[in-house]
């Protein structure tokens, strides 16, 4: 298995509140992605890295923000969550996209707003 | 926009019956394709991936993948279903963002069901 850590696994949270849901690797891969998982919709991409300070947004970033400071940590932001933001959110990492692409999931966390 | 779609929201199939689980794309030039299984409360596993080559592609856990252009498909099969086999399995595509990285793009998911 990757070694990929998510932390926290489980949390439960009020709307309005801060929330920061780190990643952390240590196979030393390039890539990093925040998705999040909902019944009906499968993955949808938060945001991704390609490097240390370097993060682009995915399909469904808006209320979220993302950091990287180093090659083995990628920390997602709720800075105001919402129940909206009721999810299970998954890191995943890949060594190269230049080359086949695939990505190595964790085990992901899962949050509650209240 | 480029993308998959797995038209079933489950497949049931009795212990030791072949299996499919489908997956179409829509992407412009040649498709990566992908297929992940996920375990109850567990992270998504890497099952097997189509670049370019043979049409069939062999993966973990005894399953195969069809690749067919004309039909744009990508289907998931095993000759043999286990009821270890059932899962929520998710169809994948390579897709470029303007910043030049790849992504994965996911289908929404078949959950998969293997009666004894």
């Known amino acids: 298995d990757a070694g990929i850590t998510q932390s926290p696994r489980h949390k439960v949270t009020e709307t309005g509140t801060p929330v920061t849901l780190r990643c952390h690797q240590t196979e030393n891969h390039r890539y990093m992605y925040w998705y999040r998982q909902d019944p009906g919709h499968g993955l949808r991409l938060i945001h991704y890295s390609y490097g240390v300070k370097d993060t682009d947004k995915g399909e469904v970033s808006d209320g979220y923000s993302v950091s990287r400071s180093k090659t083995e940590d990628f920390l997602l932001t709720l800075e105001s969550a919402t129940s909206s933001q009721t999810s299970v959110y998954f890191c995943?990492?890949?060594?190269?996209?230049?080359?086949?692409?695939?990505?190595?999931f964790g085990e992901g966390s899962r949050l509650t707003v209240l | 926009a480029q993308s998959v779609a797995q038209p079933e929201d489950q497949v049931n199939v009795a212990e030791g019956n072949p299996l499919t689980v489908k997956c179409t794309y829509s992407v412009s030039g040649n498709p990566y394709l992908f297929w992940y299984v996920q375990y109850p409360n567990r992270g998504l596993q890497f099952l097997l991936k189509y670049i370019t080559g043979d049409n069939l592609v062999k993966g973990s856990y005894g399953f195969e993948a069809e690749f067919n252009k004309s039909q744009t498909s990508f289907h998931l099969k095993k000759p043999s279903a286990l009821v270890s086999d059932s899962a929520l399995y998710f169809c994948?595509?390579?897709?470029?963002?303007?910043?030049?990285?790849?992504?994965?793009?996911f289908g929404k998911g078949t959950m998969l069901l293997v009666s004894p």
């Open positions: 995943a990492i890949s060594e190269s996209t230049r080359n086949t692409g695939e990505l190595f």
């Open positions: 994948a595509v390579r897709v470029y963002a303007d910043s030049g990285y790849s992504t994965l793009t």
